[in-house]
């Protein structure tokens, strides 16, 4: 038989043996019926079982995609937070547009602990570049191996982050973060405050900011890194730079406690400068001392002394019942409620209003008040601002003290500046109510044009009244105890004031808070500046009293200042002598 017979045969055998034959050797058709379903039974099972399978993967995926989504998001290095640490503060400049304030870029350093390899080594290895590291706290922060993020140091130097790149440690990593700048150190310091590691402001201008709506949106993440328009300060950072150096200067000169200084537009309301001494850097404002945080110009109230009898003489003429021809007995002390009333200077003589001012009289200024009566005294005080708490953008500020229940003591005392402690600028912004024509302007640290500054400007007094305010002012710059405050050109006129400080409940003499309240060009008052000089131990000639502190200070703030303002110097009685060489 061939091959290919054989193959015909074994494939014919294999047909039939295939087949199921019943009992008579024919085919069973129920038997193939039967193993047709079964095998359709199979097949429907088996989708079955894949669509359950994939429906079940499917869910869980889903509940996962849930669950993520609800979850806080994970701090890891290849995932960034939603990140506020990089959205943008404004820049803030000054009047004309010179940076006080900005953000630069930055870096801080993290660690995963859960990939830290030996916990020791990096630890060790850290402290090479970063010698104040707390070592026992972030040995614990990189032992956690459950935690995968830890900050161990925020807002590193380029030179760090280079160094500890060249480490080579495992698990460690930064983070891009802003940082806020203050080119200007502490020039400006309680003025634009600072703001915390996290770039929120903490105090001054910067808080403001923040109040203004940047904190809330920052708070809901709707901050970005894009820059912001500068916020404009109508500060002049060269006043405010001469100002700063005067006020430090004199707490080292007269061996003060503290000291204080601002320069106002007197027709505006407008903070050129202010500085208080001890102060801080704000770009590390943690480094100063406790003393440095205070603003004593806003924030701290003193009883200002003397400079109070230019309110009180100005109520006693506003109010019609004195004027400046009339005289008062100054001959001998007053005694009142167990207290004796008695002139520094005295002249033991019947005084004019100007010869009382010159003079600074209490007595002649007691008599004064006692005419005017208490509760106009207190009517005018109020409507000064001065037992009110100042409004302005600053957040640092105080409200004034007085007395709860005043008695006919008590108005004599405050009439010339013991009894009611204010802040020093609360009283230089009623001070140039008093010779800018008689509008009481709220003091900003925002620009404000004239016009802007009529809208707000509130008449407390009479212009006639001012126009003797300004009398007085220039006559005691001449001839009274303003005269150390007086700079050749720039005719400068004012109040000094000596308080004797409060301690333990009783007034010591041998402590004083010395005050002066001036103006300049006195003839046509542009700017008024405030000085103080808190427990000074020595002044110029030894003398430790306002006229040889506070009234030097003045002087060199107007001596430096005045031509940056733009005040053109006047020689000459009439002004027309002009100074030609030197």
């Given at each position: 038989?061939?091959?290919?017979?054989?193959?015909?045969?074994?494939?014919?055998?294999?047909?039939?043996?295939?087949?199921?034959?019943?009992?008579?050797?024919?085919?069973?058709?129920?038997?193939?019926?039967?193993?047709?379903?079964?095998?359709?039974?199979?097949?429907?099972?088996?989708?079955?079982?894949?669509?359950?399978?994939?429906?079940?993967?499917?869910?869980?995926?889903?509940?996962?995609?849930?669950?993520?989504?609800?979850?806080?998001?994970?701090?890891?290095?290849?995932?960034?937070?939603?990140?506020?640490?990089?959205?943008?503060?404004?820049?803030?400049?000054?009047?004309?547009?010179?940076?006080?304030?900005?953000?630069?870029?930055?870096?801080?350093?993290?660690?995963?602990?859960?990939?830290?390899?030996?916990?020791?080594e990096a630890v060790e290895k850290l402290q090479t570049v970063l010698s104040d590291l707390d070592v026992k706290d972030t040995y614990k922060k990189l032992s956690n191996r459950t935690s995968h993020f830890a900050w161990l140091r925020r807002q590193l130097t380029p030179k760090q982050q280079?160094?500890?790149?060249?480490?080579?440690?495992?698990?460690?990593?930064?983070?891009?973060?802003?940082?806020?700048?203050?080119?200007?150190?502490?020039?400006?310091?309680?003025?634009?405050?600072?703001?915390?590691?996290?770039?929120?402001?903490?105090?001054?201008?910067?808080?403001?900011?923040?109040?203004?709506?940047?904190?809330?949106?920052?708070?809901?993440?709707?901050?970005?890194?894009?820059?912001?328009?500068?916020?404009?300060?109508?500060?002049?950072?060269?006043?405010?730079?001469?100002?700063?150096?005067?006020?430090?200067?004199?707490?080292?000169?007269?061996?003060?406690?503290?000291?204080?200084?601002?320069?106002?537009?007197?027709?505006?309301?407008?903070?050129?400068?202010?500085?208080?001494?001890?102060?801080?850097?704000?770009?590390?404002?943690?480094?100063?001392?406790?003393?440095?945080?205070?603003?004593?110009?806003?924030?701290?109230?003193?009883?200002?002394?003397?400079?109070?009898?230019?309110?009180?003489?100005?109520?006693?003429?506003?109010?019609?019942?004195?004027?400046?021809?009339?005289?008062?007995?100054?001959?001998?002390?007053?005694?009142?409620?167990?207290?004796?009333?008695?002139?520094?200077?005295?002249?033991?003589?019947?005084?004019?209003?100007?010869?009382?001012?010159?003079?600074?009289?209490?007595?002649?200024?007691?008599?004064?008040?006692?005419?005017?009566?208490?509760?106009?005294?207190?009517?005018?005080?109020?409507?000064?601002?001065?037992?009110?708490?100042?409004?302005?953008?600053?957040?640092?500020?105080?409200?004034?003290?007085?007395?709860?229940?005043?008695?006919?003591?008590?108005?004599?005392?405050?009439?010339?500046?013991?009894?009611?402690?204010?802040?020093?600028?609360?009283?230089?912004?009623?001070?140039?109510?008093?010779?800018?024509?008689?509008?009481?302007?709220?003091?900003?640290?925002?620009?404000?044009?004239?016009?802007?500054?009529?809208?707000?400007?509130?008449?407390?007094?009479?212009?006639?009244?001012?126009?003797?305010?300004?009398?007085?002012?220039?006559?005691?710059?001449?001839?009274?105890?303003?005269?150390?405050?007086?700079?050749?050109?720039?005719?400068?006129?004012?109040?000094?004031?000596?308080?004797?400080?409060?301690?333990?409940?009783?007034?010591?003499?041998?402590?004083?808070?010395?005050?002066?309240?001036?103006?300049?060009?006195?003839?046509?008052?542009?700017?008024?500046?405030?000085?103080?000089?808190?427990?000074?131990?020595?002044?110029?000639?030894?003398?430790?009293?306002?006229?040889?502190?506070?009234?030097?200070?003045?002087?060199?703030?107007?001596?430096?200042?005045?031509?940056?303002?733009?005040?053109?110097?006047?020689?000459?009685?009439?002004?027309?002598?002009?100074?030609?060489?030197y």
């Open positions: 038989m061939s091959f290919l017979s054989r193959i015909m045969v074994l494939k014919s055998q294999a047909h039939f043996s295939a087949g199921v034959y019943d009992r008579f050797g024919a085919p069973s058709g129920m038997a193939i019926e039967g193993s047709r379903k079964r095998k359709t039974g199979q097949a429907r099972s088996r989708v079955g079982l894949l669509i359950v399978g994939f429906t079940a993967l499917y869910a869980v995926i889903g509940a996962r995609m849930v669950e993520y989504g609800m979850k806080e998001p994970e701090s890891v290095s290849s995932i960034l937070p939603p990140d506020r640490l990089m959205a943008s503060r404004p820049d803030i400049v000054d009047r004309n547009g010179e940076i006080l304030a900005t953000d630069i870029r930055t870096v801080s350093l993290f660690a995963e602990p859960n990939k830290i390899v030996d916990t020791d280079s160094q500890i790149l060249a480490l080579g440690i495992p698990g460690i990593g930064f983070r891009p973060e802003k940082r806020r700048f203050y080119p200007g150190g502490a020039t400006a310091a309680h003025i634009l405050g600072y703001v915390n590691i996290d770039n929120r402001g903490v105090a001054g201008m910067e808080k403001y900011i923040d109040d203004q709506g940047l904190a809330d949106l920052a708070s809901v993440g709707m901050t970005s890194n894009q820059p912001l328009e500068p916020v404009r300060l109508s500060i002049d950072v060269r006043v405010q730079a001469i100002v700063r150096d005067v006020v430090v200067n004199a707490v080292v000169n007269y061996k003060a406690k503290g000291a204080g200084a601002a320069v106002l537009d007197a027709h505006t309301g407008e903070v050129i400068a202010m500085a208080s001494a001890p102060d801080f850097d704000p770009n590390n404002p943690q480094e100063g001392s406790k003393d440095g945080w205070l603003n004593r110009m806003s924030n701290g109230t003193f009883e200002m002394g003397s400079t109070f009898k230019t309110f009180s003489t100005a109520m006693a003429i506003d109010s019609g019942k004195v004027s400046l021809k009339d005289s008062f007995d100054a001959t001998n002390p007053i005694r009142i409620g167990g207290f004796t009333i008695k002139d520094f200077h005295g002249q033991r003589r019947w005084l004019t209003v100007p010869e009382i001012f010159e003079y600074s009289s209490n007595i002649g200024t007691a008599r004064m008040i006692d005419i005017v009566g208490m509760e106009m005294q207190k009517e005018y005080l109020t409507r000064l601002g001065l037992l009110t708490k100042m409004q302005t953008e600053l957040p640092e500020v105080k409200m004034p003290s007085q007395p709860r229940v005043w008695k006919k003591i008590n108005s004599i005392t405050i009439s010339f500046g013991h009894g009611v402690a204010t802040t020093p600028l609360q009283t230089a912004v009623a001070g140039a109510a008093l010779i800018n024509g008689g509008k009481l302007i709220e003091p900003t640290f925002l620009p404000r044009n004239r016009e802007q500054a009529d809208e707000v400007a509130e008449m407390v007094i009479k212009k006639s009244t001012s126009d003797d305010i300004r009398y007085l002012f220039k006559l005691n710059g001449v001839k009274g105890s303003g005269r150390n405050a007086d700079v050749p050109g720039f005719h400068v006129g004012g109040k000094t004031g000596t308080a004797d400080k409060v301690v333990n409940g009783r007034y010591a003499n041998n402590l004083n808070f010395n005050a002066f309240l001036a103006a300049f060009p006195i003839d046509n008052p542009k700017y008024v500046v405030l000085t103080f000089c808190d427990e000074p131990l020595d002044g110029e000639q030894h003398q430790r009293i306002a006229a040889y502190t506070a009234a030097p200070m003045v002087k060199n703030i107007v001596r430096r200042a005045a031509p940056i303002l733009g005040v053109e110097p006047e020689f000459g009685e009439d002004g027309s002598a002009l100074l030609v060489s």
